[in-house]
C-alpha cells in the first residue's frame, strides 16, 4: 500500500515536499512514480526514478529543473519536491510503484505501475 502526503495550497513560485510511504512491500525493490492528474484531464507523467539506490531518475519536461525526485530506502519512502512552482503545476499528485529489476528502463506510462497511492491536492495560486 502507498500513502501519499504533503499537498497543499501555496503561492506561485513556493515550494512543497511530497511524500510517498509504502507498507507491506520494500520499496528499494521498486521503480517509483509521480504522477498528476488536473481536473478534466488526463493522468500525466511528472517524474520516476529507478529501483535500488535512486541513482537513475526521469523527468517530464514540464518540470525539469524545477522538481526532483529521490527515495530513501531506510525510511521505506520517497519524495517529490517540487520548486518554482507555476498555477498549471495545481493537480492531484499521486505515487506509484512498480516491482523491477535493477536495469529495468523508465516507465512514464500510468499503465505501467501496479500499485497507486490515494493522491494528495496540490494548489498553486497565482
Known amino acids: 500500500q502507498l500513502q501519499a502526503s504533503g499537498g497543499g495550497l501555496v503561492q506561485a513560485g513556493g515550494s512543497l515536499r511530497l511524500s510517498c510511504a509504502a507498507s507491506?512491500?520494500?520499496?528499494?525493490?521498486?521503480?517509483v512514480g509521480w504522477f498528476r492528474q488536473a481536473p478534466g484531464k488526463e493522468r500525466e507523467f511528472v517524474a520516476t526514478?529507478?529501483?535500488?539506490?535512486?541513482?537513475?531518475?526521469y523527468y517530464a519536461d514540464s518540470v525539469k529543473g524545477r522538481f526532483t525526485i529521490a527515495r530513501d530506502n531506510a525510511k521505506n519512502t520517497a519524495a517529490l519536491q517540487m520548486n518554482s512552482l507555476k498555477p498549471e503545476d495545481t493537480a492531484v499528485y499521486y505515487c506509484a510503484a512498480k516491482r523491477t529489476i535493477v536495469t529495468a528502463p523508465f516507465y512514464s506510462s500510468a499503465d505501467d505501475y501496479d500499485d497507486w497511492g490515494q493522491g494528495t491536492q496540490v494548489t498553486v495560486s497565482s
Open positions: 526514478i529507478g529501483r535500488g539506490d535512486g541513482s537513475r531518475f
Open positions: 507491506g512491500r520494500t520499496i528499494s525493490m521498486y521503480t
